[in-house]
């Protein structure tokens, strides 16, 4: 069983589109980390939030943690072809052990 | 500054022979250690983590072992490799700085294994 659900699992836009992206479960994190992974590489974090309700924004990219802390979406603004990468989020369960989604594979079209 | 180092970055062995693949981190002390196998559509999963030298938890059962002989080296090996053990395997790294559940992972560039 999947801990975190990331939708869609793929995503192809155009350049200069918006995109949103969702990281769903059932569970209570104490926090999440969003990572970006590009093809024969490994993922490198992009943020961590903490607390329920919380944005934090990285250029065109806005990340928010659910209220409850079970959920996040991760919205891209104005796509550049940069952006194509998979997006994956985990979840802090407590000793140090992160759980992560399958990830959002996006891919942006010049 | 911290680097983490993982090598081979690709391997093609055949079914039934052994497997050792190595990480080092530099630039820090102390890090946990983790390894990952990231297979295609299944996310990552966590196969092993280290907080210290010659402590290694296991998350699931499976064909591979992993040892931590030195602060900063973690190697994962197999006697006899499976099909089934092909895949993206990542190392990665974190400390306890500030609030523990909170530490980023630092991943290698990984290492992409066939088993054919």
């Known amino acids: 069983t999947q801990l975190l659900e990331q939708s869609p699992q793929f995503l192809s836009i155009q350049e200069g589109e918006n995109l949103t992206v969702y990281c769903n479960s059932s569970?209570?994190?104490?926090?999440l980390q969003w990572y970006r992974q590009e093809p024969g590489e490994g993922p490198v974090l992009l943020v961590t939030?903490?607390?329920?309700?919380e944005v934090k924004k990285l250029k065109r990219l806005t990340f928010q943690f659910g209220d409850a802390r079970k959920d996040s979406s991760l919205h891209i603004t104005a796509a550049q072809p940069g952006d194509t990468g998979l997006y994956l989020c985990a979840g802090a369960r407590g000793n140090n052990r992160l759980a992560f989604g399958k990830g959002n594979q996006v891919v942006v079209i010049p | 500054s911290q680097t983490i180092h993982q090598w081979p970055a690709t391997l093609v062995q055949p079914v039934g022979s052994p497997l050792s693949l190595e990480c080092t981190v530099e630039g820090t002390s102390n890090p946990n250690l983790y390894w990952y196998r990231q297979a295609a559509g299944r996310g990552l999963q966590l196969l092993f983590y280290s907080v210290g030298i010659g402590q290694i938890s296991s998350e699931v059962p499976q064909n591979l072992s992993a040892s931590r002989p030195q602060d900063r080296q973690f190697i994962l090996s197999s006697k006899k490799l499976l099909l089934s053990d092909s895949g993206f395997y990542l190392c990665a790294w974190n400390d306890l700085t500030g609030t523990a559940y909170n530490s980023p992972l630092h991943f290698g560039n990984g290492t992409r294994l066939t088993v054919t």
């Open positions: 939030v903490v607390t329920g309700g």
């Open positions: 569970s209570v994190f104490s926090s």
